[in-house]
């Protein structure tokens, strides 16, 4: 099974894959999170993994965008821990570090790090994994990487500082995209957690509107568990809402809720209903 994901091989996307589908699924890298959206509408691949939000750095909004732009349905999500590692290429001491790159989250979640040692300059990155490429295959001088043990290990490079990170409650939740119509997708060890229903929808931009749709959730009980807004494009200063809720989308009440949803929304697309991280 081909899987495709932004970032190089090594990245905290990869891990995603192999806590979803195991290390017999194949990841097939891209540089930008379109072109992996991009490579399973052409069916150059049979499914991708993409992150949604951080617990830290909060939603992926990009992502969030092109969950609307195509018609994939989401049949699984995991919770990765992000643990930073500051990774340097065999024989590189860690006191003669000058540069460190990684994405700019990455850097961004070890100040404490990098405030403990000034001398030490952070350059952003476009990936974590692919810093770590990077520092192996061009060895500048006294250049170090952050990123997870699993790049290390790809790339054949050395650990010199384990979880560098500010905050151990660091994780990110990422989502198993299939074609539309896909069926939810068995998670080892996830059969007795509870289903999640994400859906995005629109309202008329008058007083009382998103109240009246909410309440088609609070009036049957049904536990929303995040709600996100983002604009509408052609429509200035109006918004969709993505929300996520506890249930499955032919439970009774979700069904039900939704069906009024439904009635009382401009636009409404259930994303998918599948067993929660």
Known sequence: MKVAFQGELGAFSQQAIQQLLGTRAQPVPHQRFDQAFAALKAGKVDSAVIPLENTLAGSVHENYDLLLKYPFTITAETSVRVIHNLIAPP?????SLQTVYSHPVALNQCLDFFAKYPRIQRVP??????????????RPAGAAAIASELAAKTYNASILKRGIEDDRQNF?????????????????GASKRPWKTSLVFSTKNVPGALFRSLSALALRDVNLIKIESRPLRGKPWEYLFYLDLIGRQDDPAVHNALHHLAELADFLRILGSYRSA
């Open 125 to 138: 990155f476009y990936d974590t994994a692919g810093s770590v490429k990077m520092v192996m295959e061009d």
């Open 91 to 95: 024989g590189v001491t860690f006191r």
């Open 172 to 188: 990110t939740r990422f989502c198993l995209l299939e074609t539309e119509g896909a069926k939810p997708h068995a998670v080892p």
